[in-house]
């Protein structure tokens, strides 16, 4: 899946470490997401779309 | 200001689990050197004794079993895919391993230790921790 996380992080100034401590997950996992290396379960993309106020939709996208 | 508050919630866990090992291996190191002095001192005991110390070191193992279990329910779905994948080649690398040394024994080649098995296992978790950090990166 294509994703736009890097943007949307980018633009409100935080690091890949500022938005795993709002997900609880690691730096790593951030990462992995922001360079399409792994597709987060169903539970985190809403927890990202809610983060970011929108809807899952329009974070990720299907290839 | 956040990211020093991720990176002390991370080394928190790290250091959680660091504790929690340590105090198990610890443990364990501390049972087997009292078993194998009492086991040295006791080589005239009847069986059922000598067996006992003999798997005393377990009790702690337990507690080191214990730990890592809790570690991995502290980690997010992404680590956890990748033990799991670590795992799944440590397990299938060691059966290959395991049955590919067994049927040479047929052959004559000599019996090995049961202790054989984890010093196959634990390289490989670790090998294929190191393939799957590097499939998600």
Same mark, same amino acid.
């Given at each position: 899946?294509?994703?736009? $996380?890097?943007?949307?992080?980018?633009?409100?100034?935080?690091?890949?470490?500022?938005?795993?401590?709002?997900?609880? %997950?690691?730096?790593?996992? %951030?990462?992995?997401?922001?360079?399409?290396?792994? *597709?987060?379960? $169903?539970?985190?993309?809403?927890?990202?779309?809610?983060?970011? *106020?929108?809807?899952?939709?329009?974070?990720?996208?299907? *290839? | 200001?956040?990211?020093?508050?991720?990176?002390?919630? #991370? #080394?928190? &866990? #790290? &250091?959680?689990?660091?504790?929690?090992?340590?105090?198990?291996?610890? =443990?364990?190191? @501390?049972? /087997?050197?009292?078993?194998? #002095?009492? /086991?040295?001192?006791?080589?005239? /005991?009847?069986? !059922?004794?000598?067996?006992?110390?003999?798997?005393?070191?377990?009790? !702690?193992?337990?507690? @080191?079993?214990?730990?890592?279990?809790?570690?991995?329910?502290?980690?997010?779905?992404?680590? &956890? &895919?990748?033990?799991?994948? =670590?795992?799944?080649?440590?397990? =299938?690398?060691?059966?290959?391993?395991?049955?590919?040394?067994?049927?040479?024994?047929?052959?004559?080649? !000599?019996? /090995?230790?049961?202790?054989? @098995?984890?010093? =196959?296992?634990?390289?490989?978790?670790?090998?294929?921790?190191?393939?799957?950090?590097?499939?998600?990166?």
């Amino acid at each position: 899946m294509k994703n736009s $996380l890097r943007e949307l992080r980018a633009q409100r100034g935080w690091s890949q470490t500022d938005l795993a401590e709002r997900l609880n %997950v690691s730096r790593q996992t %951030v990462n992995a997401i922001e360079n399409e290396r792994y *597709d987060p379960s $169903l539970p985190l993309a809403f927890q990202i779309a809610k983060l970011f *106020d929108c809807a899952i939709e329009a974070i990720f996208s299907a *290839d | 200001m956040m990211t020093l508050n991720a990176k002390s919630a #991370s #080394s928190s &866990r #790290s &250091r959680q689990y660091l504790k929690e090992l340590g105090g198990a291996m610890l =443990a364990y190191a @501390v049972v /087997l050197l009292a078993s194998i #002095s009492w /086991l040295n001192r006791h080589a005239d /005991l009847a069986s !059922p004794w000598r067996d006992l110390a003999a798997l005393s070191p377990m009790l !702690p193992a337990v507690a @080191v079993l214990w730990a890592i279990m809790r570690q991995m329910r502290r980690l997010d779905e992404l680590q &956890r &895919r990748v033990q799991f994948e =670590a795992l799944a080649f440590a397990f =299938a690398g060691t059966a290959l391993l395991s049955f590919g040394y067994g049927f040479l024994e047929g052959l004559g080649y !000599p019996r /090995l230790s049961m202790f054989a @098995v984890w010093g =196959a296992m634990a390289p490989l978790w670790v090998l294929g921790l190191l393939i799957a950090v590097r499939r998600y990166r």
